[in-house]
């Protein structure tokens, strides 16, 4: 059956200066930044919510999930795994492609591996991971 295989078209994204990619089928939408409102006594790595027609949804700092720099978030890329849903803060949306398989092993429990896209390095997210450590903080 045609379509039932993964697909390998990614929303890319730049976080902190790396490159990442999320499956399209788990990205919802991309929206600026808007009015992120703290949370008080929130793991750090929540920025805050944000309401996004009507809906309540956690911010979260990708580059500090990550390890990475802070880098200069600029938008949100709304992804959702499951009942999970969060906003995820970063510097830029780049591209929504094909991508290869993953070819490079790494050590992250947030990535399911990386490949090579133009010479650079891209993270593949594993959005399930990203958003269950959300969702359970």
């Known amino acids: ?32 930044l808007g009015e992120i409102a703290p949370v008080p006594g929130a793991p750090a790595e929540i920025v805050g919510v944000r309401n996004l027609r009507g809906q309540v949804l ?7 999930v990550l390890g990475l ?4 978030p600029q938008r949100v890329v709304v ?4 009942e999970l849903r969060a906003g995820l803060l970063v510097e830029a949306v780049l591209d929504v492609e094909d991508l290869p398989a ?9 990535l399911l591996g990386a490949c090579l896209v133009d010479g650079e390095l891209v993270g593949m997210l594993d959005v399930g991971a990203l958003l269950s450590r959300v969702g359970s903080s």
């Open 1 to 32: 059956m045609a379509g039932a295989e993964m697909s390998g078209v990614h929303v890319r994204v730049r976080v902190a200066g790396e490159h990442y990619a999320l499956p399209v089928e788990q990205v919802l939408e991309v929206a600026d």
């Open 79 to 82: 992804a959702e795994a499951g």
């Open 69 to 72: 720099g802070d880098g200069r």
């Open 58 to 64: 956690p911010v979260v700092a990708l580059a500090a």
């Open 102 to 110: 993953a070819t490079e092993q790494v050590e992250s429990d947030y």
